[in-house]
């Protein structure tokens, strides 16, 4: 079987106009951990499916991650993603802004290349239609935090199940669904991906904060200077004494000057509350509910290795 570089190589050849899909394939064809492409494998995989069915519904939900990337990397401002220069800026927003449309009609094309029963592909189509929708709620809760003065954990909570675990969660109930699985099994890998998909987000916000930059690809501090309420930062709001709060508050209710130093005292702050010990604590929390669904699903113990290896990588993940 073609790896998933290959199947995007055949299905960008010869693509025009070149300021479409140049960008396509300039973010497709970067070496990203392919997260997403495994959940759906992995799944299909412990049923003893068939890989190149898997395959096509890998690749559908990996260039609907790679659209969202596009887009949100527009909306954030960010210079750098996976250590190179993000679409718009080697190109500009406007080509990104396209690209970015035309990966997400071509992700949902990729769907009809299915060879299954008709209610199959039908399915699965309509959990990849609402992971796509409920990604743009999660997107613009996300926007919309950055100047909502009151935001709590369980609202934050509630926007990365939407902008992040749901592309997991999809991911996993896709092959199951490619699999004619019954739907206590459905249930139990999609509730399995939107823990693992909340734990990896949380590990995310820890990182923007305390990776080495070169591992993790993307700017340091990037949440801090674009006041993201963060799991990090609403912690911190919560157990800070008045002064540190008062700090916080106002760092994070005016657009950055001087980044170096927000940095600095909004990390100091966090480091003095233990912030980074308490959210990697939360991130287990949400391994062990993964680990809990994971359980309830009936193959042998040794087909979900694959999934428990994830579970582990999650726990110290560094990139």
């Known amino acids: 079987m073609n790896t998933i570089e290959q199947e995007f190589q055949a299905v960008l050849a010869d693509k025009h106009p070149a300021n479409l899909y140049d ?14 492409p495994k959940l759906v494998h992995y799944t299909v995989e412990m049923f003893d499916g068939d890989p190149e069915q898997a395959q096509i ?7 609907l991650h790679n659209f969202t990337l596009i887009h949100d990397d527009i909306m954030d401002v960010a210079p750098l993603r996976r250590g190179k220069e993000t679409v718009y800026k080697k190109w500009n927003s406007n080509i990104a802004i396209l690209s970015g449309d035309a990966l997400a009609i071509m992700a949902f094309q990729q769907l009809l290349r299915l060879k299954c029963d008709n209610q199959i592909i039908m ?60 739907d206590n099994t459905r249930q139990a890998l999609y509730d399995f991906g939107i823990y693992m998909g909340i ?31 963060t799991y990090l930062y609403l912690k911190a709001l919560e157990d800070a004494d008045p002064q540190q709060r008062k700090t916080l508050e106002e760092l994070f209710a005016v657009p950055t000057t001087d980044f170096e130093l927000k940095y600095k005292t909004v990390r100091d702050i966090y480091d003095a509350l233990d912030i980074k010990k308490k959210t990697e604590e939360k991130i287990q929390c949400y391994l062990d509910l993964a680990r809990e ?9 040794s087909k979900k290795q694959a999934f428990y290896d994830l579970i582990d990588q999650l726990t110290n993940r560094q990139k």
């Open 293 to 301: 669904e994971m359980s309830k699903v009936k193959v042998d113990e």
């Open 123 to 182: 399915d699965i189509a309509k959990v990849f239609a609402q992971t796509s929708l409920e990604i743009c709620e999660g997107q613009q809760y996300d926007l919309d935090f950055e100047t909502q003065r009151n935001v709590t954990i369980d609202e934050y909570i509630m926007m990365i199940r939407k902008k992040t675990a749901v592309m997991f969660a999809g991911c996993v109930k896709s092959g199951a669904i490619l699999m004619n699985s019954d």
């Open 199 to 229: 734990a990896f987000q949380l590990a995310d916000d820890v990182l923007d904060v305390y990776a080495s930059s070169p591992v993790f690809g993307k700017t340091i501090g990037g949440d801090i200077r674009d006041n993201k309420k």
């Open 57 to 63: 519904v890998a690749m559908a939900f990996e260039m």
């Open 23 to 36: 960008p396509i394939s300039y973010i497709l064809l970067q070496s990203g951990k392919r997260l997403r």
